[in-house]
């Protein structure tokens, strides 16, 4: 690969893991932060008390944008040699990135729950992160499979 930069259609496979994560985390933050202001909105208006800990739900989705970061560094090391995986890139991508909108679905659901009854975010923590359990797995273990290459 000459001097980093991505010059070639074949080169596409590890930037697209990262791509593909990075838009889920963008879809699901944007999501989960248009529930966390309409719920704000309704706290406001109803003069109670808006939990910033609905800023917690709205960036759980970030942290796909850096599973995919470090699938494509093992990746870009695969390429810098010779072996460019289209399939793992896009496959890889693709449940990291559906995984950070799921979560930030579930995370739009919590934040309509928690303006509505002030309770509960331990309960609602737990169905995202369950939720970010998916993008792990992918992660490890496509990291498992491309160490062995």
């Known amino acids: 690969m000459d ?39 309704k706290n406001f208006s109803q003069n109670k008390s808006a939990s910033f800990l609905l800023v917690a739900l709205v960036g759980a ?5 850096i599973y995919g970061n470090i699938v494509m560094t093992k990746m870009y090391e695969l390429a810098a040699r010779g072996q460019y995986l289209w399939g793992v890139g896009a496959f890889a991508g693709l449940a990291i990135g559906l995984s950070a909108y799921f979560q930030g679905r579930c995370g739009a659901c919590a934040c309509d729950a928690m303006g509505e009854t002030g309770k509960g975010f331990g309960n609602y923590l737990a169905v995202v992160g369950i939720v970010e359990t998916v993008a792990l797995f992918v992660m490890v273990f496509t990291l498992i499979i491309l160490g062995k290459m």
């Open 61 to 65: 989705p970030l942290t796909q944008t």
């Open 3 to 41: 001097s980093g930069v991505i010059l070639q259609f074949k080169d596409l496979g590890f930037i697209m893991v990262f791509a593909l994560a990075a838009c889920g985390s963008a879809f699901g933050t944007g999501v989960a932060g248009m529930a966390a202001v309409g719920a704000w909105k």
